[in-house]
């Protein structure tokens, strides 16, 4: 066994198959043991081909783990692709990894990740099952959908309060089913403000009457068209959140299926009490 493997900067070695990639979002710099290969230390593209192309040397020089830290989210695309080629992959925090003292000038990013990966220095960062990654996904991403809805929410009270209608103070919410309602209506053209009450749900606090009062307004084309074009995007986004639940729940199942088989394979594989 040669020096390099038992000592890294003084430290004894605990991973000796480690790697270090320091991500970038258009190439990423990798490093192993110099012992492993001629070229410790190379650099490869960000595109998904040159991704494949890493993972496969890394495999051929024997890297069993490697470490990156979390840059942005340009790590993810090859945490998943070295996850899928079997490699422990260790998302390491940036500020941990740049405490540890005794890194000299000459070493690299990915060197010096290597060397604290391979030294078993780094903790990782929490990475859930790729069943729950998912699932996590589509929930982010609703919770965003909805984030534009309320801004369209905001743009048909403004468009409102320019024609002098009071409906956000007369029903609880304008998006509900009294307030919709009446503004479809309006959009459509209505007008009459006794026939625009009498669109009042059963439900709403406020009488039809105060209700009537509140939708006597200044019907400008400009505002009523500003109107439209808000509901049209908050209705654009609602379908956008009802599609999300439909993936959501499809991962929520798998996630499940996926927790109760790991379950399952461990009370297979524990020894008998």
Wanted: hydrophobic share 40%; proline share 3%.
């Amino acid at each position: 066994m040669s020096k390099s493997r038992g000592k890294a900067a003084g430290m004894p070695i605990i991973n000796e198959r480690a790697g270090g990639i320091d991500i970038g979002s258009r190439f990423h710099v990798v490093a192993v043991a110099p012992d492993l290969c001629d070229e410790p230390v190379q650099t490869f593209e960000a595109f998904t081909a040159d991704l494949e192309r890493m993972a496969d040397w890394l495999v051929a020089v024997g890297v069993r783990t490697v470490a990156m830290e979390s840059t942005g989210v340009y790590w993810v695309a090859a945490y998943e692709v070295l996850e899928g080629r079997g490699i422990d992959v260790v998302l390491a925090n940036a500020r941990e990894s740049r405490a540890v003292p005794g890194r000299k000038s000459d070493v690299n990013d990915a060197q010096w990740l290597q060397r604290l990966q391979a030294c078993g220095l780094l903790r990782a960062s929490f990475r859930p099952g790729r069943d729950v990654a998912a699932l996590r996904s589509y929930l982010r991403l609703r919770e965003r959908h909805l984030d534009y809805a309320a801004a369209h929410i905001q743009h048909m009270q403004k468009a409102l309060t320019f024609m002098n209608l009071q409906l956000h103070h007369v029903v609880a919410d304008v998006t509900g089913a009294t307030g919709m309602r009446i503004i479809r209506a309006i959009i459509e053209g209505q007008r009459d403000p006794e026939v625009l009450a009498g669109m009042r749900d059963e439900r709403c606090k406020s009488s039809e009457q105060t209700i009537r009062s509140a939708l006597v307004g200044n019907y400008q084309p400009e505002h009523v068209f500003a109107l439209a074009q808000a509901v049209a995007l908050y209705d654009f986004y609602q379908l956008r959140v009802e599609e999300c639940d439909v993936q959501r729940q499809a991962a929520r199942l798998a996630a499940v299926g996926s927790s109760r088989r790991t379950l399952g394979r461990r009370a297979t594989e524990s020894p008998p009490s």
